[in-house]
């Protein structure tokens, strides 16, 4: 075999290890690409117009919050920074997974942000830390199945809005709550997790009673943040290092 | 072009930049303070936490069985295995408390 074959059957299988990981989300975001599709349609969106707010902007909790808003007759300039508001906690994923993938190309770099989730960051984060090397073919693979479906299922869901069961004996509207407890909860040997957790979770419901969604996130991140720069770095574990 | 297209491709255009805005940011560092590292290594951990906290506050029976759930399956399972369990209860209590 020659060293180039087996750099491609290399790639090959980081690829497809990419692509195992990405059934967990697949599973758990389609019925959010669904529900997104049919209520979209129900707030005014055409089809098309579901379909590419999907592929543009690929991220479920703020086209949820925009479709919403727009269904209100928000004011656009609004409704637009209501995304951005609700998108706001990638700045962090974006510093922290730029750690981990500047030695890409450009382009690859590029396309990289442009599908950084929040499960993609979680899973490419855990395998970084593990001490395996975040490549752009496992990457990718990890990252274009989840965005394959999720436009294809939200064009479906638009289709067929009115198709959907009982929402609430299927449990679709806690699904998401529920998956991201799961990823909460792998990250629970970090320096910290647990005040950096409850930080977290007391200053997002206070914002949530106060400030109201979607602020809540932005505002719990920041705290929870916070908290970690301001106790003294022999807690946080990463002070011996350096 | 309608105003839902305009909402959406200025949309798209504000999240690409946090997707993209943190790096560009953080890279004009050359050295990382190890209090900002500290910052980042609890970002997943702290914005995972809000997406799930304020759900606490509207959640009955079934939806704390399977948050409880969820989070004892975690401390031997996988994510899959986590989610499966989760959902599973949270149906299954759905069937009863409604």
Same mark, same amino acid.
């Given at each position: 075999?020659?060293?180039?074959?087996?750099?491609?059957?290399?790639?090959?299988?980081?690829?497809?290890?990419?692509?195992?990981?990405?059934?967990?989300?697949?599973?758990?975001?389609?019925?959010?690409?669904?529900? +997104?599709?049919?209520?979209?349609?129900?707030?005014?969106?055409?089809?098309?117009?579901?379909?590419?707010?999907?592929?543009?902007?690929?991220?479920?909790?703020?086209?949820?919050?925009?479709?919403?808003?727009?269904?209100?007759?928000?004011?656009?300039?609004?409704?637009?920074?209501?995304?951005?508001?609700?998108?706001?906690?990638?700045?962090?994923?974006?510093?922290?997974?730029?750690?981990?993938?500047?030695?890409?190309?450009?382009?690859?770099?590029?396309?990289?942000?442009?599908?950084?989730?929040?499960?993609?960051?979680?899973?490419?984060?855990?395998?970084?830390?593990?001490?395996?090397?975040?490549? +752009?073919?496992?990457?990718?693979?990890?990252?274009?199945?989840?965005?394959?479906?999720?436009?294809?299922?939200?064009?479906?869901?638009?289709? +067929?809005?009115?198709?959907?069961?009982?929402?609430?004996?299927?449990?679709?509207?806690?699904?998401?709550?529920?998956?991201?407890?799961?990823?909460?909860?792998?990250?629970?040997?970090?320096?910290?997790?647990?005040?950096?957790?409850?930080?977290?979770?007391?200053?997002?419901?206070?914002?949530?009673?106060?400030?109201?969604?979607?602020?809540?996130?932005?505002?719990?991140?920041?705290?929870?943040?916070?908290?970690?720069?301001?106790?003294?770095?022999?807690?946080?574990?990463?002070?011996?290092?350096? | 072009?309608?105003?839902?297209?305009?909402?959406?491709?200025?949309?798209?255009? !504000?999240?690409?930049?946090?997707?993209?805005?943190?790096?560009?940011?953080? @890279?004009?560092?050359?050295?990382?303070?190890?209090?900002?590292?500290?910052?980042?290594?609890?970002?997943?951990?702290?914005?995972?936490?809000?997406?799930?906290?304020?759900?606490?506050?509207?959640?009955?029976? !079934?939806?704390?069985?399977?948050?409880?759930?969820?989070?004892?399956? @975690?401390?031997?399972?996988?994510?899959?295995?986590?989610?499966?369990?989760? !959902?599973?209860?949270?149906?299954? !209590?759905?069937?009863?408390?409604?």
């Amino acid at each position: 075999m020659s060293a180039e074959a087996i750099s491609e059957s290399g790639a090959r299988s980081d690829f497809w290890d990419g692509v195992r990981l990405s059934m967990p989300v697949v599973v758990a975001s389609a019925p959010f690409a669904v529900l +997104f599709g049919a209520l979209a349609v129900d707030n005014g969106f055409s089809v098309l117009e579901a379909f590419l707010m999907s592929a543009m902007i690929f991220g479920g909790a703020s086209q949820m919050v925009g479709i919403e808003l727009f269904g209100q007759h928000v004011a656009p300039w609004l409704v637009v920074l209501s995304i951005f508001a609700v998108n706001f906690r990638h700045v962090l994923y974006s510093a922290g997974i730029g750690r981990r993938i500047a030695h890409w190309p450009v382009l690859q770099q590029a396309l990289g942000y442009f599908i950084l989730t929040d499960p993609q960051y979680a899973i490419a984060e855990a395998r970084a830390e593990s001490g395996q090397p975040v490549g +752009f073919v496992w990457y990718l693979g990890l990252g274009l199945p989840v965005y394959v479906f999720w436009v294809a299922e939200s064009a479906l869901g638009a289709i +067929f809005g009115k198709m959907i069961p009982d929402t609430h004996a299927l449990g679709i509207d806690f699904l998401l709550p529920i998956y991201f407890l799961g990823l909460v909860m792998g990250f629970r040997r970090r320096p910290l997790w647990l005040p950096v957790v409850a930080a977290s979770a007391a200053a997002s419901i206070v914002a949530y009673r106060t400030v109201g969604s979607p602020w809540h996130v932005s505002i719990g991140a920041i705290a929870g943040v916070l908290l970690a720069v301001i106790l003294p770095p022999h807690h946080s574990g990463v002070g011996k290092r350096s | 072009m309608s105003t839902t297209f305009w909402i959406i491709l200025a949309g798209a255009i !504000a999240t690409y930049l946090t997707r993209v805005g943190g790096h560009l940011v953080i @890279s004009r560092f050359e050295t990382i303070h190890p209090r900002v590292e500290a910052g980042l290594n609890a970002v997943p951990a702290a914005v995972l936490t809000t997406l799930v906290a304020p759900e606490l506050l509207h959640a009955g029976p !079934a939806e704390w069985a399977a948050l409880i759930v969820t989070a004892i399956v @975690s401390l031997r399972g996988g994510l899959m295995a986590m989610f499966l369990a989760g !959902a599973a209860v949270l149906i299954l !209590a759905r069937q009863f408390v409604g």
